[in-house]
C-alpha cells in the first residue's frame, strides 16, 4: 500500500498541480511533508515497538496512514493536502521499520539478505503496478482516487495484522524514552531539510537558509555530543562501533541524497519535460519494477562472490552512470532506448538499496538492532526529502534563469550522479567479505 501510494502520487503531480493551480515543478512539498514527517518519527520506532510490541505499533500505523489517505482524497488546496501527507507520514514512519524489525528478530543474520531481499518483493507490486495505474486514474478518473484506493487495502491489512503478524517485544526492563536527544535530532531533520527547500515554493532568503543549515548542524553536533554522556541515548555511539554499520550508515545518507529524488523526477521528466500522457508515462516506467524484482533475486549471489566492498562501490559507480545517462534523454530519444535504459536503472537500483541496507544492519548485536534499524529507517527518510528539495530547486533555479525545462530537468540529473557517485569513496571502507562474520565464526 505504501509503495503503491508513492509511485501513483508522484505519477499525479502534474494532475494535482493542474487541479490546485499551481506549477508542477512546485509540487515537491506534497512529497518532501511526508518524507519530512517519517523522518521525524521513525527515530522512535524501536522504542515503541521495544514497549509496545510489534504487532500493535504496526497496527497502528496501518490505521494512521489509512485515515491520512482519506484526508489526503478530500484536500482542496495545497496546504490541505500537504497537511494531510504529514498524517500519512506519521503512519507510513512506522510501517517499514517495525516490519524490517520484526524480519530481524524472526531469523538468523546469515540469511538477512536472502530474506529482505524476499520479503520485499510483494511490496515491489506498488512500483509494478503503480505508474501505470496512476496514469490511467489520472487519465480517466481524478488524482483523488489514488488515495482513496488505500482505503479497503489498509482496512484489510488491519485485519490481516492482527491474525498473522508474530508481536515481539523487548523482554528486559523498559527504558525511558530519550526526550533530549530526539528534540536534538528533530532540530537537525528541520533545519537541514528546511535549508534545502528554501528555493523552493515560498523562497527564503540565502542568509536565512544558511542560517537554518547550520543550526541543523549545529544540533547534530549536539546530539553527538549529548548521545556520548547520556544513560540510555536514542541511538547510541555504541552503534558506530560496528565498522559496517558506520559504513553502511554514511554510504546510505550519500548515496541516497542522489538517488532519492528519482521517483519524483522520472514522472514530472516524462510529463512536463517530454509532454507524454499519464498514460504513456505510465507504460514506459514499468520496465523500472521489472528491473527491481530481477535486482532483488541476484544481489545475495552478487554480494557472496564479490563482497560489500567491490560490490558496493562498483554498483553506485553504475549509478551514477545511469544517472548521467538520463541528462541525455529528450524529445528525439528513441522509446526503446528509454524503455531499455529504465530496465536496467531498475535492477542497478535495486541492488544498491538492498546491498545498502544489509551492510548496514548484518552485523549489529541483537540488543542493538532496534535503534540501528531506527536510525537506518530515519537516514532513509532524510536523505530522499533532501534530495527531492534539492532537485526541486535546481528545477526552479534553472527555470527562473531562463533555461528551457528539459535542460533544467538534465542539469538536476547531473548533480544528482556527482553526489551519488562520492559514496563510493565511502564504500571502499567496507568489508571486503559478503557473508556475515557470525556465520564465518561457526565454519
Same mark, same amino acid.
Given at each position: 500500500?505504501?509503495?503503491?501510494?508513492?509511485?501513483?502520487?508522484?505519477?499525479? =503531480?502534474?494532475?494535482?498541480?493542474?487541479?490546485?493551480?499551481?506549477?508542477?515543478?512546485?509540487?515537491?512539498?506534497? $512529497?518532501?511533508?511526508?518524507?519530512?514527517?517519517?523522518?521525524?518519527?521513525?527515530?522512535?520506532?524501536?522504542?515503541?515497538?521495544?514497549?509496545?510490541?510489534?504487532? /500493535?505499533?504496526?497496527? &497502528?500505523?496501518?490505521?494512521?496512514?489509512?485515515?491520512?489517505?482519506?484526508?489526503?482524497?478530500?484536500? @482542496?488546496?495545497?496546504?490541505?493536502?500537504?497537511?494531510?501527507?504529514?498524517?500519512?507520514?506519521?503512519?507510513?514512519?512506522?510501517?517499514?521499520?517495525?516490519?524490517?524489525?520484526?524480519?530481524?528478530?524472526?531469523?538468523?543474520?546469515?540469511?538477512?539478505?536472502?530474506?529482505?531481499?524476499?520479503?520485499?518483493?510483494?511490496? *515491489?507490486?506498488?512500483?509494478? =503496478?503503480?505508474?501505470?495505474?496512476?496514469?490511467?486514474? $489520472?487519465?480517466?478518473? @481524478?488524482?483523488? &482516487?489514488?488515495?482513496?484506493?488505500?482505503? /479497503?487495502?489498509?482496512?484489510?491489512?488491519?485485519?490481516?495484522?492482527?491474525?498473522? #503478524?508474530?508481536?515481539?517485544?523487548?523482554?528486559?526492563?523498559?527504558?525511558?524514552?530519550?526526550?533530549?536527544?530526539?528534540? !536534538?535530532?528533530? !532540530?537537525?531533520?528541520?533545519?537541514?531539510?528546511?535549508?534545502?527547500?528554501?528555493?523552493?515554493?515560498?523562497? =527564503?532568503?540565502?542568509?536565512?537558509?544558511?542560517?537554518?543549515?547550520?543550526?541543523?548542524?549545529? @544540533?547534530?553536533?549536539?546530539?553527538?555530543?549529548?548521545?556520548?554522556?547520556?544513560?540510555?541515548?536514542?541511538?547510541? /555511539?555504541? =552503534? +558506530?562501533?560496528?565498522?559496517?554499520?558506520?559504513?553502511?550508515?554514511?554510504?546510505?545518507?550519500?548515496?541516497?541524497?542522489?538517488?532519492?529524488?528519482?521517483? +519524483?523526477?522520472?514522472?514530472?521528466?516524462?510529463?512536463?519535460?517530454?509532454?507524454?500522457?499519464?498514460?504513456?508515462?505510465?507504460?514506459?516506467?514499468?520496465?523500472?519494477?521489472?528491473?527491481?524484482?530481477?535486482?532483488?533475486? $541476484?544481489?545475495?549471489?552478487?554480494?557472496?562472490? #564479490?563482497?560489500?566492498?567491490?560490490? *558496493?562501490?562498483?554498483?553506485?559507480?553504475?549509478?551514477?552512470?545511469? %544517472?548521467?545517462?538520463?541528462?541525455?534523454?529528450?524529445?528525439?530519444?528513441?522509446?526503446?532506448?528509454?524503455?531499455?535504459?529504465?530496465?536496467?536503472?531498475?535492477?542497478?537500483?535495486?541492488?544498491?538499496?538492498?546491498?545498502?541496507?544489509?551492510?548496514?544492519?548484518?552485523?549489529?548485536?541483537?540488543?542493538?538492532?532496534?535503534?540501528?534499524?531506527?536510525?537506518?529507517?530515519?537516514?532513509?527518510?532524510?536523505?530522499?526529502? #533532501?534530495?527531492?528539495?534539492?532537485?526541486?530547486?535546481?528545477?526552479?533555479?534553472?527555470?527562473?534563469?531562463?533555461?528551457?525545462?528539459?535542460?533544467?530537468?538534465?542539469?538536476? +540529473?547531473?548533480?544528482?550522479?556527482?553526489?551519488?557517485?562520492?559514496?563510493?569513496?565511502?564504500? %571502499?571502507?567496507?568489508?571486503?567479505?559478503?557473508?556475515?562474520?557470525?556465520?564465518?565464526?561457526?565454519?
Amino acid at each position: 500500500m505504501q509503495m503503491l501510494d508513492a509511485t501513483i502520487l508522484n505519477m499525479a =503531480l502534474p494532475a494535482i498541480a493542474e487541479s490546485l493551480d499551481i506549477s508542477p515543478l512546485r509540487t515537491h512539498a506534497v $512529497v518532501i511533508a511526508y518524507t519530512l514527517a517519517a523522518a521525524m518519527l521513525i527515530p522512535a520506532s524501536g522504542w515503541l515497538a521495544d514497549r509496545f510490541g510489534t504487532r /500493535p505499533v504496526f497496527l &497502528w500505523s496501518l490505521a494512521v496512514f489509512t485515515l491520512g489517505s482519506l484526508a489526503c482524497a478530500f484536500s @482542496s488546496t495545497l496546504e490541505m493536502l500537504v497537511a494531510a501527507r504529514v498524517l500519512q507520514g506519521v503512519g507510513g514512519a512506522l510501517m517499514i521499520p517495525v516490519g524490517r524489525l520484526s524480519v530481524l528478530r524472526a531469523f538468523p543474520r546469515e540469511q538477512l539478505a536472502k530474506v529482505l531481499g524476499f520479503v520485499i518483493i510483494p511490496g *515491489l507490486v506498488g512500483p509494478l =503496478l503503480g505508474p501505470t495505474l496512476g496514469g490511467l486514474i $489520472v487519465h480517466y478518473a @481524478s488524482w483523488r &482516487w489514488i488515495f482513496l484506493i488505500n482505503i /479497503p487495502v489498509g482496512l484489510l491489512g488491519m485485519l490481516l495484522t492482527r491474525r498473522c #503478524m508474530p508481536d515481539y517485544k523487548d523482554s528486559g526492563p523498559p527504558h525511558r524514552f530519550d526526550w533530549p536527544g530526539y528534540l !536534538l535530532f528533530i !532540530l537537525f531533520i528541520l533545519g537541514v531539510t528546511l535549508a534545502l527547500e528554501g528555493p523552493g515554493e515560498y523562497p =527564503l532568503p540565502r542568509s536565512l537558509q544558511a542560517a537554518l543549515f547550520l543550526f541543523g548542524m549545529i @544540533s547534530l553536533l549536539g546530539y553527538g555530543l549529548y548521545s556520548r554522556k547520556a544513560d540510555d541515548p536514542l541511538f547510541s /555511539p555504541a =552503534l +558506530f562501533t560496528t565498522r559496517s554499520f558506520s559504513v553502511g550508515i554514511i554510504g546510505n545518507l550519500v548515496s541516497r541524497f542522489g538517488t532519492g529524488a528519482m521517483p +519524483f523526477l522520472t514522472p514530472l521528466l516524462l510529463q512536463v519535460g517530454l509532454g507524454y500522457s499519464p498514460v504513456k508515462a505510465g507504460l514506459l516506467m514499468f520496465p523500472l519494477a521489472i528491473g527491481a524484482m530481477l535486482g532483488k533475486s $541476484v544481489v545475495n549471489g552478487l554480494i557472496n562472490v #564479490m563482497g560489500y566492498k567491490w560490490f *558496493l562501490f562498483t554498483n553506485t559507480l553504475l549509478v551514477s552512470l545511469i %544517472l548521467a545517462v538520463y541528462s541525455l534523454i529528450d524529445a528525439a530519444t528513441p522509446l526503446a532506448c528509454i524503455l531499455a535504459l529504465f530496465l536496467v536503472a531498475g535492477l542497478i537500483n535495486s541492488l544498491q538499496f538492498t546491498g545498502m541496507n544489509t551492510l548496514t544492519l548484518v552485523d549489529l548485536p541483537d540488543n542493538r538492532a532496534g535503534s540501528g534499524n531506527s536510525l537506518l529507517s530515519s537516514v532513509m527518510q532524510l536523505s530522499m526529502g #533532501m534530495s527531492v528539495a534539492l532537485a526541486a530547486a535546481i528545477l526552479n533555479l534553472s527555470t527562473s534563469v531562463g533555461k528551457p525545462v528539459l535542460d533544467s530537468f538534465h542539469d538536476a +540529473f547531473l548533480v544528482l550522479a556527482a553526489l551519488n557517485a562520492l559514496s563510493s569513496l565511502v564504500f %571502499l571502507q567496507a568489508r571486503s567479505s559478503g557473508t556475515h562474520s557470525r556465520q564465518q565464526e561457526s565454519l
